[in-house]
T-cell receptor, first 114, second 114 residues
Framework: GAGVSQSPSNKVTEKGKDVELRCDPISGHTALYWYRQSLGQGLEFLIYFQGNSAPDKSGLPSDRFSAERTGGSVSTLTIQRTQQEDSAVYLC???FGTGNSPLHFGNGTRLTVT | AQSVTQPDIHITVSEGASLELRCNYSYGATPYLFWYVQSPGQGLQLLLKYFSGDTLVQGIKGFEAEFKRSQSSFNLRKPSVHWSDAAEYFCAVTSWGGGNKLTFGTGTQLKVEL
């Protein structure tokens, strides 16, 4: 079946512009996660949605970052007033519930802020 | 705070040689441990996981890992490496009730020489 789909695969934007990154999780997966992968930094947790519960936003680095998940499916990560340090690969993952069910990752969106 | 250390940034092995990738964690509770692999331009794929029970766990693609509580380690091994194993490998930790808010190491880049 289809895996986690992310779009766009690459995004180049000018400093100060807003960007939206999209994630389409595996059908039936109730949990959705956003991670950021920066060069030499490993993966950094950003935000987590589980069903209809309030999202866990504890990893968002600043108030310029926000995310929503509509209808318990597709999620959008928005970065406002982008900065050069926002350049990274943004990875989305989904899982069937929590309880440490395996994460299924998308191929990521590579964001470059010039 | 929990943390994961992968002390080797780059490792080069010859095809057919054995492989061991190191992972040390710092975690107050009982850890749940994972190894993921990332090929260029791809998302992360789960190789194996440890929750409880037998401390030697088998994964996909012929990989195994051993949990050693006394050493706070979860090293990944493979008896004979194939050229297709060249990729980046990430160790990650969470706990029961932590959902999938994984804490990742910074990764080890594996190069396989033919």
């Amino acid at each position: 079946g289809a895996g986690v789909s992310q779009s766009p695969s690459n995004k180049v934007t000018e400093k100060g512009k807003d960007v939206e990154l999209r994630c389409d999780p595996i059908s039936g997966h109730t949990a959705l996660y956003w991670y950021r992968q920066s060069l030499g930094q490993g993966l950094e947790f950003l935000i987590y949605f589980q069903g209809n519960s309030a999202p866990d936003k504890s990893g968002l680095p600043s108030d310029r970052f926000s995310a929503e998940r509509t209808g318990g499916s597709v999620s959008t990560l928005t970065i406002q007033r982008t900065q050069q340090e926002d350049s990274a690969v943004y990875l989305c993952a989904s899982s069937f519930g929590t309880g440490n069910s395996p994460l299924h990752f998308g191929n990521g969106t590579r964001l470059t802020v010039t | 705070a929990q943390s994961v250390t992968q002390p080797d940034i780059h490792i080069t092995v010859s095809e057919g040689a054995s492989l061991e990738l190191r992972c040390n964690y710092s975690y107050g509770a009982t850890p749940y441990l994972f190894w993921y692999v990332q090929s260029p331009g791809q998302g992360l794929q789960l190789l194996l996981k440890y929750f409880s029970g037998d401390t030697l766990v088998q994964g996909i693609k012929g990989f195994e890992a051993e949990f050693k509580r006394s050493q706070s380690s979860f090293n990944l091994r493979k008896p004979s490496v194939h050229w297709s194993d060249a990729a980046e490998y990430f160790c990650a930790v969470t706990s029961w009730g932590g959902g999938n808010k994984l804490t990742f190491g910074t990764g080890t880049q594996l190069k396989v020489e033919l």
